[in-house]
């Protein structure tokens, strides 16, 4: 019996000493950028007696995350709730708000404010045998095509690929047709014809080689990919770590959180910016009334959320919260990670948080 304990105890201390995880994605993806930083944090916080092994995506996909958590191939790993619906239907209405989105880190760090407070949020997440430590954004979504947009009326009739019910919201307002592909297929939709273009992220210009097949951008601001759960952690794994280890993981994702932040929404976008300058595509500043209309529809698309869901209200309200800080102490991810925190961290109970 003593010795099944000692060598419970001997496989618990290996597991807290070096935590597998997985970023899900390709070395150029900023979750991986995220997780090579989380490894540094987990090993400073920890004085060196915590660390991180990476597991790459050739043996855990994005998709695969949820079983690798499951079977415990992986003690923390890079979930994407918008990936499974069905799973974590109250913690995505913040997804549903994603045309409000206009500042990145006030995106991250409203989603992952309201995560951890989010009694049902929190319950989806027990549900799958889940803790969630903190969210991240990309840069504010746009237009990208093989057709300039400069008006609404140059919006009719296109063929936009739509990453979600917003983005769709918002093309079908203007006469455009969403069409529901996977982010990988957009570079042959668009080399076919089979689409006009896209709602996304500048950097799907490198990322997915868009820069090849595109032709035009248009800089109207379409909102924020925010729903992330950037380092979940198998629920067993979290109990048998201590409350000091626990702190200590708390600590170490608490400063990664925004790095991902920082690479998805400040640093990958300048380098794919210069890229399209490279390349010669044509960047537009639309027409005022587009803009204008743009900026009507997503707020009165937030609106409607709002009142239709007080968890979308709560999202909101804390949105605006963190959008206010972010005016105060800017971008830098170190400055926003303290003040996190001290907004957040401080205020939960890690003795029994995510059990």
């Known amino acids: 019996m003593l010795g099944a304990v000692a060598a419970v105890s001997m496989s618990s201390a290996a597991i807290a000493q070096d935590l597998r995880g997985a970023g899900g994605a390709s070395p150029a993806h900023p979750s991986t950028y995220m997780y090579e930083r989380f490894g540094e944090y987990l090993a400073e916080e920890s004085g060196g007696a915590m660390s991180l092994t990476k597991i790459g995506p050739e043996v855990v996909s994005l998709l695969q995350v949820p079983d690798a958590l499951e079977s415990e191939l992986i003690a923390v790993g890079n979930l994407l709730p918008l990936f499974f619906p069905a799973d974590f239907p109250r913690t995505n209405v913040a997804g549903d708000m994603a045309l409000m989105g206009r500042d990145s880190h006030a995106m991250a760090l409203g989603m992952t404010e309201y995560a951890i407070n989010c009694e049902p949020c929190q319950a989806e997440f027990a549900n799958k045998g889940m803790v969630f430590l903190g969210a991240g954004a990309s840069d504010v979504y746009l237009l990208i095509t093989t057709s300039p947009v ?144 743009s900026n009507d529809f997503s707020a009165s698309d937030t609106e409607s959320r709002v009142a239709a869901d007080s968890l979308a209200g709560e999202f909101a309200a804390l949105v605006e919260k963190w959008t206010a800080i972010v005016a105060e102490i800017g971008d830098d991810p170190a400055a926003l990670s303290e003040r996190a925190y001290e907004e957040i961290w401080a205020n939960v109970d890690l003795t029994s948080y995510g059990l």
Not at 205 to 210: D, E, Q, W
């Open 150 to 293: 400069r008006t609404a009326d140059d919006l009719q009739g296109l063929r936009l690929r739509s990453g979600g019910a917003p983005f769709s919201r918002w093309a079908e307002n203007f006469g455009a047709t969403p069409v529901s592909i996977a982010v990988g297929e957009q570079f042959e939709g668009m080399n076919q014809g089979t689409i006009d273009g896209t709602m996304s992220s500048i950097v799907d210009m490198l990322s997915f080689r868009l820069v090849d097949v595109a032709r035009y951008v248009t800089e109207i601001p379409l909102g924020t990919y925010h729903v992330t759960s950037n380092f979940t952690f198998n629920q067993s794994t979290w109990a048998g770590l201590s409350e000091e280890q626990r702190a200590t993981v708390v600590r170490a994702a608490n400063r990664a959180n925004p790095t991902l932040t920082d690479r998805w929404g400040f640093q990958l976008p300048e380098a794919a910016r210069n890229a399209v300058a490279e390349a010669g595509l044509e960047v537009i500043t639309p027409d005022d009334s587009l803009l204008e209309a």
